[in-house]
């Protein structure tokens, strides 16, 4: 009986050992094939991998999904000024084998997304929704609940859907300090002049220059429509007269040959700080971006002071 037992109790072993084989683990505990259900904003239930290795990023996310530590295969984050380029803040983060998608704003070619073989798909809001059906059928995809100007948003978004919140919060952290540097290198600089935004996004870098900043808003500015800003005339915008004004001027929309531009306070007091399209694009809406424009931004204040 006792030789029976131990040769039950090897036989048990043998079968433990086995099992364990069978089981390949992730790094973290998880198992390689684990998989998860999420619910997207259209009401689909989807099961997508916990640990996806093939992340085909359509979203306008990868900045984001870098600083959580997770590359993509391909990426939409392209620079707005040339699309065969990737965005400049990302440029010298990717490996060279990643995949070039073309402008995330833009349609998306359904047959190179199938070509690079993901394993999970990143849909953003607003940009390539119709094609949620389509990129479904080529790999799990996940659409991103908040527009492409909600960075902050959609870092938490990503984070908590691959528990990395702890890194995330590192990089919040970084963010807020150097906000708080900067604030207090322009407050006693500025100290209670007015600034207002022309041609940009309120959500965007109306959050960097009123709330990272600490700079005052200019009494009169009227609330955004729907869509994030609001048509205003150049006389009205005398009535308003800001201290400073930051300025996102396209090469079809310029405004210094006009005496009412030519007549407000900043402009006379040489007040006016510029962004290019392409740089809005490639700076404003996302993590990275936002901390280098930052750095952007600050020194222009400063320096025309």
Aim: glycine fraction near 8%; proline fraction near 5%.
């Amino acid at each position: 009986m006792k030789k029976l037992a131990r040769a039950l109790a090897a036989v048990g072993c043998l079968a433990l050992l086995l099992a364990g084989c069978g089981s390949p683990q992730a790094s973290g505990g998880e198992s390689a094939s684990a998989r998860k259900e999420i619910v997207n904003p259209n009401g689909d239930v989807i099961s997508i991998p916990v640990k996806p290795k093939r992340i085909a990023a359509l979203s306008g996310s990868t900045e984001e999904l870098l600083l959580l530590g997770i590359e993509p295969i391909a990426s939409g984050n392209v620079d707005y000024g040339n699309r065969k380029q990737f965005s400049p803040t990302i440029a010298d983060r990717l490996d060279k084998d990643v995949v070039n998608l073309g402008w995330y704003g833009e349609p998306i070619s359904l047959e190179a997304v199938m070509a690079v073989e993901p394993d999970l798909i990143l849909l953003g809001a607003l940009f390539n929704e119709d094609s949620y059906e389509q990129l479904s059928k080529i790999a799990p995809t996940v659409q991103v609940p908040h527009p492409y100007y909600e960075w902050r948003n959609r870092l938490n978004f990503w984070a908590d859907l691959f528990g990395e919140q702890e890194k995330k919060d590192q990089w919040l952290g970084e963010y807020a300090k150097k906000a708080e540097e900067w604030k207090q290198k322009l407050a006693p600089v500025v100290k209670e002049e007015t600034f207002a935004i022309l041609e940009t996004y309120p959500q965007s870098l109306a959050e960097l220059l009123y709330d990272d900043f600490g700079l005052k808003r200019a009494t009169g500015i009227p609330k955004p429509e729907h869509w994030g800003g609001m048509e205003l005339s150049l006389e009205a915008l005398s009535s308003l007269n800001p201290d400073h004004l930051l300025l996102m001027e396209s090469s079809e929309h310029k405004m210094s040959d006009s005496n009412v531009w030519k007549g407000l306070k900043a402009v006379q007091n040489g007040h006016v700080y510029k962004i290019s399209q392409v740089d809005n694009y490639n700076y404003s809406f996302t993590a990275i971006g936002r901390m280098q424009l930052l750095d952007k931004l600050g020194n222009q204040i400063l320096q025309r002071q």
